[in-house]
């Protein structure tokens, strides 16, 4: 066992992690199946698990479907459609009660993986093509949930300005799709574009609880059918540098609060040695209620009913989020730019460090009571082939110093400026 308390193996062209551990009551089970974010593919894809959680060819019928997660004494099973990095990532969910404590005619581990296996390889099918009637219903519910960004005006400026930044990437993509390619998709199309997302996705299975590598390994090899055992890695993208220029967006809308957003490139990633010193950064920056633009911008200038920042180490970007009076953009866009200039001058005090270490270290510690954030701690390393346990990143951010963060502050590189204010109203 290495020192992230995982087990590895490989099996049907699947990465398979495995923590035999008898802490928790439940197993958890994660599958992430990743694939490079494109224009063409990015809607249908995200359509797929969407129609997949609706039968499989064991269970046809949506209510057997769920029939068959209650006769496993209530298995949970969910999914989630997200961007990491230039891919798009679904990750599926299963979370079953341990079998010692129930008394199950076989094994819930073993039913758990079985149902997963189905349910991703093995999906209804009528005349060689998704059923339609899923497929027409869970259209629906995706452009809903597309359309709902627009009315979530926080969100929606956030997007805007990642696409502005990234205008010619395929991070600019919501990992939803586009609502413009949804009419044109149906039960034909979808299941062509699913074959493909089976057979040449980065698949990693995750499995934490009283269990083994050995087994686990067994009864993915007998439940999940994909044609290929071609093992895919993941490719990661060199960040890209700001623009020569600052491109400064202004939106229109009818709304009361301004939405002033600002797009920032740094090289450093989560594979990078300075990983530990952006993370410290960020936090000083934006990331928390300590933080210099939350007390400067927010608690004594009162320009802002929200502010931070968020910094994506998967593509190297940082971004920062404010909400303020039309009226008090350039007031409040001075400000901002000054308090990031403050950090990259290295005026930062030892109780702005000693707080975001402390924050930090309270999320990294949190994470180990968790088996999914355990999972999702690991993924994270495999994405970016970096390993780093917990304990070691524990350290590296513990032993940051004052030069070290500013030196990470300083490459950062102001890229994209996006406003959102109101329509002019004629007088």
């Known amino acids: 066992m290495n020192k992230t308390g995982f087990e590895r193996g490989e099996v049907n062209g699947i990465r398979v992690h495995v923590m035999p551990t008898t802490r928790f009551k439940t197993f958890a089970v994660s599958l992430y199946m990743g694939t490079p974010l494109a224009e063409d593919t990015v809607t249908p894809t995200a359509l797929i698990p969407f ?86 219903a869970e259209r629906e519910n995706v452009r809903k949930r597309l359309e709902s960004v627009v009315n979530d005006k926080i969100r929606y400026a956030a997007e805007r300005c990642i696409q502005e930044m990234c205008k010619d990437e395929p991070y600019r993509l919501n990992a939803l799709g586009q609502l413009s390619d949804l009419d044109q998709l149906n039960g034909a199309n979808v299941y062509e574009r699913y074959q493909q997302w089976l057979e040449n996705s980065t698949m990693d299975l995750y ?31 060199i960040p890209r540098s700001a623009g020569a220029e600052v491109k400064h967006i202004v939106e229109k809308m009818e709304i009361s609060q301004g939405k002033l957003n600002m797009g920032l490139r740094t090289p450093i990633t989560y594979g990078d040695n300075r990983y530990a010193s952006a993370w410290v950064a960020n936090g000083i920056l934006g990331g ?54 403050i950090l990259q001058a290295g005026e930062i ?78 007088a």
Do not use: C, W
């Not at 009660?97 to 758990?112: M, R």
């Not at 067994?218 to 071609?230: D, G, H, I, M, P």
């Not at 590296?396 to 950062?412: D, Y």
């Open 51 to 136: 129609i997949l959680r609706r039968g499989t060819a064991k269970y046809p019928e949506t209510t057997q479907f769920r029939e068959a997660l209650e006769n496993m004494y209530g298995a949970g099973f969910g999914f989630d459609v997200y961007k990491k990095g230039d891919y798009q990532m679904v990750q599926f969910r299963m979370d079953t009660i341990n079998d010692s404590f129930v008394s199950a005619d076989e094994s819930l581990l073993k039913q758990s993986i079985s149902f997963l296996g189905d349910a991703v390889t093995n999906p209804v099918l009528e005349n060689n093509a998704f059923r339609e009637k899923y497929v027409t």
């Open 207 to 237: 499995v934490v609880g009283d269990t083994t590598l050995d087994e686990v390994l067994e009864l993915v090899s007998s439940q999940f059918a994909r044609k290929t055992n071609t093992l895919h890695a993941y490719k990661i993208s």
């Open 288 to 341: 928390f209620p300590h933080s210099k633009l939350f007390t400067n911008v927010r608690e004594k200038e009162s320009l802002a009913y929200y502010v931070g920042s968020r910094f994506d180490p998967y593509k190297g970007i940082t971004t920062i989020q404010s909400g303020i009076e039309i009226q008090n953009f350039d007031k409040a866009l001075n400000i901002i730019k000054e308090q990031l200039a």
């Open 349 to 426: 005090s030892e109780s702005e460090i000693s707080q975001t270490k402390a924050m930090i270290r309270n999320d990294l510690l949190e994470s180990r009571d968790s088996a999914y954030q355990m999972i999702g701690y690991d993924f994270n390393g495999r994405f970016a082939d970096k390993d780093r346990p917990v304990e070691q990143l524990l350290s590296e951010v513990e032993s940051v110093t004052k030069e070290q963060i500013q030196t990470a502050a300083s490459v950062l590189t102001l890229d994209t400026i996006y406003f959102l204010t109101t329509e002019q109203k004629e």
